[in-house]
């Protein structure tokens, strides 16, 4: 395992093209990258790599990142918009703590964005997770650039709106309501969740994406450490996908999904 510094850091996000006034989406595998020389705990990386983007990019840009809640859909438990801690990870939970943050209102699949467009990217959106109106619709509105720290580019959350917008047979639309708390009041509303079938066996793969990824030429890599940042137009992810899935709606598998008949999907 590797060491690295701040400065490493500013020359990789540099090198992959973060500049001022960017809209960034973060997807990040931080551990990836080995030990960072002035981290002395955890919350020490998460402040030190979200200080460099955010200086990079200045008060005129924008930060978001998933702040999703699986815990209020698969184990019932209430969702309370100030307090949820989110299942996407300890990044994601220091940049919702964060002041001056916003949370998005999906009691499941809510994002929180940080900078001069939060608003627009997390305000009075729809109850759709990936539809009209959703945090990733108004990213991708703005021209935002997925940046992914670590994690393999192929993997971040526009993969499912590509899904939700080619209209894939192994996912659906669940009605979705919790027990959703917001200023101590009690919300009486349904939200709109595309997930999986669960009685499929679904598992991308990531790899094979990336490979066509590669070939189309839109993605800036930088080595930090032991691993690697990546960062690459949002818009012209979801299109490649798009593309992919409408000749193919099974591509994102090594082979078709086993569809029975009878069962859902194949009713």
Do not use: W
Not at 81 to 89: A, D
Not at 129 to 152: A, E
């Amino acid at each position: 395992m590797k060491f690295y510094n701040e400065k490493d850091i500013e020359i990789a996000l540099k090198k992959v093209g973060l500049k001022k006034n960017q809209i960034i989406y973060i997807n990040p595998e931080i551990y990836k990258f080995g030990i960072l020389k002035e981290a002395q705990n955890k919350n020490d990386y998460f402040r030190i790599f979200f200080n460099k983007i955010n200086k990079i990019i200045g008060k005129n840009g924008t930060i978001a990142i998933n702040s999703y809640t699986f815990q209020t859909l698969r184990h019932k438990k209430k969702f309370v918009y100030e307090k949820t801690i989110s299942s996407s990870g300890m990044f994601s939970e220091f940049v919702r703590n964060k002041k001056g943050s916003l949370r998005s209102h999906h009691p499941v699949f809510s994002v929180v964005s940080y900078g001069k467009f939060k608003n627009k990217i997390c305000g009075n959106n729809s109850l759709s997770n990936y539809g009209f109106n959703s945090p990733y619709d108004n990213f991708l509105k703005l021209n935002g650039q997925i940046l992914n720290l670590g994690m393999n580019p192929a993997k971040n959350p526009f993969i499912h709106v590509s899904e939700f917008l080619a209209a894939v047979p192994y996912c659906y639309n669940k009605l979705t309501k919790v027990s959703y708390f917001k200023k101590n009041k009690k919300m009486l509303k349904y939200f709109s969740s595309f997930v999986r079938y669960k009685n499929l066996k679904i598992k991308r793969n990531h790899n094979k994406l990336l490979k066509k990824m590669l070939s189309s030429n839109f993605i800036k890599k930088a080595s930090l450490g032991s691993g690697f940042i990546y960062m690459f137009d949002s818009k012209k992810y979801v299109d490649l996908v798009l593309k992919l899935l409408s000749k193919d709606q099974f591509f994102l598998f090594n082979k078709k999904l086993n569809f029975k008949k009878g069962f859902l999907p194949y009713d």
